[in-house]
């Protein structure tokens, strides 16, 4: 059996279909930062750049704990034969009445957030509420698919939306729009799009079933939002750090975001299989599979570690030359930047691994106190006398680590552990 046959058997179902969706929307990630990285003025780059990072750390921090929990029971309804319409009325109705608790204070105090992240641009906070509608909608339908077992649709929504982020940010490029609001609005444009697309899969499999309670989707939703909010803060806040302490560096800021994202190219090829990880391992403790559910969650994490150390020795070697050439980015990084950088990767993706663990065997509250160990960890980094650059990257790693060896403790702590029926 060849290697490429062995990682394949050691991953989830679904990993296939889910992760050609990925590597679309990854690849789109790039074309979006390069084209407006050689299209905007730095100062527009940066604010680019902070409104990227507060969608892809806030915005996802919010809802895709959402799309996590109706994953997880629509998975058990399946094993069970219920119906999960009943899952997709209550999870849609619960993601928009977060999207309002977002939006009205966004609308509220719109040129204080343009005044403190995007030089006084207002339109800019009108894009980011508009990227924070589409991932609430988005989020729901990918839960729904992903319980039901449904990748290929799954995938499918993943890749148009990674699909036409590539054409129209291109197209903007090559028409030459230097309007930072047009390339902002992708974020927004794509992802809707490529959920209408991909709408009719998820209304199919939606039966009715037995009345879903609240009780079941937000029993652990406010431990779930903490621990995402806070996990996509520590990889995602060297940008906005950076920014609010050196307020003039627009160079360092535009800079730290492309290279974070080539950093962070395992982080795409990881979410290939995290969701249809999380199907499997609620599927497995549906069943009260033990062994099942170990076996998965220990093949998880070999591949993991094994594809953020491939990552990582990459970035360190091609990094500090892709960033000004292919991103059009300040040359002010090198290689120890990609190192730390790197090394945060890694240990983050074990983190999440050991999340999913957590999460679907009742540790809920486990893991939002490993988040907010780490968290703690990263802000004393952060606030070291250490060179801004230096500390940033630093407090990713070292936040990292505090989370991954956490989780590892609490596990290992528990020697009689067993999945719990979801």
Sequence with gaps: MSLLERISTALPRGTAFVGAGTAVLGVASYVHLAAAGHTLAVDDMASFSVL???VSS??????????????????????RG???LPVLRRGAALSLGLLAVVLVPLALFAQDVADLFFHGDTSLVLALGG????????????????????????GTQLGLDGGLRI????????????????????LTVAPLLALLATIKPVFRGARAGSQAEWRELIEHLGLLVGSTLLAQLLVNIAVISTKVIATDDDALVAALLSALVLARVPLFVFGAFQVSLLAGLSAASAKGDTQGYRRLLVRAASVTAGL????????????????PTVFGAPDVLGAADFAWLSLGTVLYMLAMVLGQALLTSGGA?????????????????????????????LAYAAGSLA?????TLVLRSHVSYRPVRS
């Design 403 to 407: 989370v991954a060896t956490f989780m």
């Design 308 to 323: 953020g150390v491939a990552g990582g020795i990459g970035a360190v070697a091609l990094g500090p030359a892709l960033l």
């Design 167 to 186: 054409v129209l940010s291109a197209g903007l490029a090559v028409a030459g729009v230097q309007s930072v609001f047009a390339f902002a609005a992708v």
């Design 82 to 84: 219920d119906g999960v």
């Design 52 to 54: 990227w990072t507060v």
């Design 58 to 79: 806030i915005g996802l921090g919010l809802f895709f704990p959402i799309e996590q929990e109706i994953t997880r029971i629509v998975a058990g309804r399946v094993v």
């Design 131 to 154: 990227a924070f509608t589409a991932l609430a909608v988005a989020y729901v339908t990918r839960g729904v698919l992903a319980g039901l077992g449904r990748f290929e649709a799954y």
């Design 365 to 393: 509250r486990m893991q939002l106190m490993a988040w907010i160990v780490g968290t703690v960890v990263l802000v004393a980094v952060t606030l070291s006398p250490l060179e801004l650059r230096t500390r940033v990257e």
